[in-house]
T-cell receptor, first 114, second 109 residues
Framework: EAQVTQNPRYLITVTGKKLTVTCSQNMNHEYMSWYRQDPGLGLRQIYYSMNVEVTDKGDVPEGYKVSRKEKRNFPLILESPSPNQTSLYFC?????????????FGPGTRLTVL | RKEVEQDPGPFNVPEGATVAFNCTYSNSASQSFFWYRQDCRKEPKLLMSVYSSGNEDGRFTAQLNRASQYISLLIRDSKLSDSATYLCVVNTLTDKLIFGTGTRLQVFP
C-alpha cells in the first residue's frame, strides 16, 4: 500500500530533551516536506527536500533540523525542544517538487513539550 | 492580509443540503488551486484540484474566479460523512503551497 508513515504518533517530552520524528514513504517520491499545524495558523512548512542530500528551509525552520540521506526517509530533529514547538506535525511527500503534484501526508505526530 | 483566507465556520447543515465555501487569495499570479479535506485530527487529503473553467466531481463542484481572486467549493446533497474541515490551497510565485486555515463543515441528521 502506498503510504507515508510517521513515528511516533504521540509524544510528550520535556524542554531541552532532543527528539527525532521519523518519516518514511514507499512511493519513490523525490519531494518530501515537514509541516506543523497550529489552531488559527493552518499548515506551515518547516523544511523541505527536493531529493537526496538536498534540503532547504520552509517558512518556520527555527529550532528544527532535517536530513535526507535516503530517498524514502526524511526525519525531523528537534535538538532542544521548547514549549512553543508543541504542535501537530505532518510529513508529506509528492512525486516532484511542483505544486501541481498531489501531496500525500503522513498520519501526523502530536507533540507536547512541557 | 493573509495569503489565503477562509471563513473558519463551522457551517452546520442538515443532510441533503447544499453548502458552499469561499476562499480568497492575495497573490494574483497564483496558478494552482486545490481543495484538501481534513478529518478531525487526521492528515489532509486532496479532494480536488480547481481548474480555470470550473470542475465537478460527483457532488462536489469547484470554481475559480481570477478577477476577484477567490475559489469556491460547492457540496450538493450533503452526507454525514462530508463532515470535515476543508482546506483551501494555493501556490506562490516560487511554486510553494500555502494552506488556508480551513472551513469546518458539520452535517447533522
Amino acid at each position: 500500500e502506498a503510504q507515508v508513515t510517521q513515528n511516533p504518533r504521540y509524544l510528550i517530552t520535556v524542554t531541552g530533551k532532543k527528539l527525532t520524528v521519523t518519516c518514511s514513504q514507499n512511493m519513490n517520491h523525490e519531494y518530501m516536506s515537514w509541516y506543523r499545524q497550529d489552531p488559527g495558523l493552518g499548515l506551515r512548512q518547516i523544511y523541505y527536500s527536493m531529493n537526496v542530500e538536498v534540503t532547504d528551509k520552509g517558512d518556520v525552520p527555527e529550532g528544527y533540523k532535517v536530513s535526507r540521506k535516503e530517498k524514502r526517509n526524511f526525519p525531523l530533529i528537534l535538538e532542544s525542544p521548547s514549549p512553543n514547538q508543541t504542535s501537530l506535525y505532518f510529513c508529506a511527500s509528492s512525486l516532484r517538487q511542483y505544486s501541481t503534484d498531489t501531496q500525500y501526508f503522513g498520519p501526523g505526530t502530536r507533540l507536547t513539550v512541557l | 492580509r493573509k495569503e489565503v483566507e477562509q471563513d473558519p465556520g463551522p457551517f452546520n447543515v442538515p443532510e441533503g443540503a447544499t453548502v458552499a465555501f469561499n476562499c480568497t487569495y492575495s497573490n494574483s499570479a497564483s496558478q494552482s488551486f486545490f481543495w484538501y479535506r481534513q478529518d478531525c485530527r487526521k492528515e489532509p487529503k486532496l479532494l480536488m484540484s480547481v481548474y480555470s473553467s470550473g470542475n465537478e466531481d460527483g457532488r462536489f463542484t469547484a470554481q475559480l474566479n481570477r478577477a476577484s481572486q477567490y475559489i469556491s467549493l460547492l457540496i450538493r446533497d450533503s452526507k454525514l460523512s462530508d463532515s470535515a474541515t476543508y482546506l483551501c490551497v494555493v501556490n506562490t510565485l516560487t511554486d510553494k503551497l500555502i494552506f488556508g486555515t480551513g472551513t469546518r463543515l458539520q452535517v447533522f441528521p
